[in-house]
């Protein structure tokens, strides 16, 4: 798709030559005369740049750059990059507009290869910054918001729109993990974040915030009756799809679970408000799943009582988020905690564990000398240790080129295979950037040692 370029300027001339030079570069052009009719035409409109005149009778090109950003912030929209057109040379006025917020100047008469040179660049500079912004905050399984993103845009929502706030889980997912494999679960994983988009209003934010958590404000709905239509809809759908994925004797019982909240009606702050959306969620999950709840007010913060509270409820509510079939990363000040638990239990029932200590340094000649570079390798290797070991084992991160590791119940004679199977699968697909070092030792019991005293 061309390029979309709006030329405002009172000179009928000037507008004619911008779009020649323009049009014939293969950009499609919108020309108007006047301040005013552009802040009207963006009401409708998203063009990719603007190339305003600032001397304009009425509304000069100043004035009109303030409105067009405020008009931008209440629409909720990212602002538009903008090109003074001048014929000032007044080194004063380019300062201005430069903190006022335009991206460039373009001088007139126009000279029609630096008229092209300059769009192009301020296009392609915007281009790359959408790109980065939209990979930072998208989920690349479901292409929704991701964890990060997510709180940002609720919170946003929450504090300036109507609708329903909504924490949604899939019922039963890790099941389709462990039966049919990852793959599948990614497909499902898929499919569901379709349904979820398929009947949300448009306007509506959706995200997913964990392995098979989602969240989403609904915009513009408040009512109970949409939100167990819209529960429906996701429960019926989900199983059609699970069923053409894994056949019509599928035996896993998937559905979806809603939480919801409705927004300003029970405030906006966002905090505040997920909590209470959580709650409804785990009451939910607790009276037979693939349903949903909407919070009413205060009697709603009461505990669950009989059945809701008994250690069969409890436990089904730790079991049922899914647990990534992973290694675990532990923060390295809860670590230590953890690794003493670890080895009182070893000691208490005659377990062995083996502890790696993998060291990364930059491979000289790789080409990794960008520290940026180096570093994002180093975090990539943390993604790759909870994928090639097991969901038993535990690691930190103990520096920023560092990792300990935990492995538990291994084998003394197994533990140079395990680290060789990391060290050689990161090689495989990472064939230079990184030298990997390790230092291992085994921890193992004796019988003979006595079990501490219960």
């Known amino acids: 798709m061309a390029d979309w370029i709006v030329v405002v300027d009172d000179n009928m001339a000037n507008l004619q030559m911008a779009g020649t030079v323009l049009s014939k570069a293969n950009k499609k052009v919108s020309a108007m ?29 100043f004035e009109t750059l303030r409105r067009l950003r405020e008009q931008e912030k209440e629409m909720g929209r990212d602002p538009v990059p903008v090109i003074f057109l001048t014929a000032d040379e007044d080194s004063n006025t380019e300062r201005r507009g430069f903190e006022e917020g335009v991206s460039d100047y373009i001088r007139k008469p126009f000279n029609p290869e630096v008229l092209l040179r300059r769009v192009e660049n301020i296009v392609s500079k915007e281009e790359k910054l959408q790109n980065l912004k939209t990979e930072a905050n998208i989920d690349r399984l479901t292409g929704l918001l991701n964890k990060g993103a997510a709180a940002e845009e609720l919170k946003s929502c929450c504090a300036e729109q109507s609708g329903l706030l909504m924490m949604i889980d899939l019922d039963s997912f890790k099941l389709v993990n462990d039966l049919y494999g990852h793959e599948m679960g990614d497909k499902v994983l898929i499919a569901f974040a379709e349904i979820i988009r398929k009947y949300v209003p448009a306007g509506s934010r959706c995200a997913r915030v964990g392995g098979d958590e989602f969240s989403a404000f609904a915009k513009g709905v408040f009512e109970k009756d949409w939100l167990d239509e819209f529960a429906g809809h996701l429960n019926r ?17 998937l559905g979806a679970s809603v939480g919801a909240i409705a927004v300003p009606e029970q405030g906006r702050d966002y905090e505040e408000l997920l909590k209470k959306t959580d709650k409804m969620l785990y009451i939910v999950k607790k009276n037979g799943k693939h349903d949903s709840k909407l919070y009413q007010g205060d009697e709603a913060e009461e505990e669950p009582k009989g059945q809701d509270s008994d250690i069969a409820s409890v436990m089904t509510v730790l079991s049922e988020r899914s647990i990534p079939n992973a290694a675990l990363q532990v923060d390295k000040e809860s670590f230590p905690y953890v690794y003493r638990y670890i080895m009182r239990y070893i000691v208490r029932n005659h377990r062995a564990i083996g502890n790696v200590l993998f060291t990364l340094s930059k491979e000289s000649g790789s080409g990794t000398g960008n520290s940026e570079e180096y570093a994002e390798l180093c975090n990539e290797f943390a993604d790759h240790i909870r994928e090639t070991l097991r969901k038993s084992d535990i690691f930190m991160r103990y520096r920023r080129n560092q990792y300990f590791v935990v492995l538990m119940d291994v084998q003394k004679e197994a533990l140079d295979t395990v680290v060789g199977n990391v060290i050689r699968s990161w090689k495989e697909a990472h064939p230079t950037g990184l030298v990997i070092d390790y230092e291992a030792s085994f921890s193992e019991i004796p019988d003979s040692i006595p079990r501490e005293r219960e």
């Open 33 to 61: 005369k006047s301040g005013q009719r552009l802040l009207t035409f963006m009401q409708e409109n998203e063009p990719d740049l603007i190339l305003l005149d600032i001397m304009m009778p009425e509304m000069d090109g």
């Open 237 to 253: 759908d989900l199983v059609a799809k699970a069923k053409s994925l894994m056949g019509e004797d599928m035996p896993i019982p």
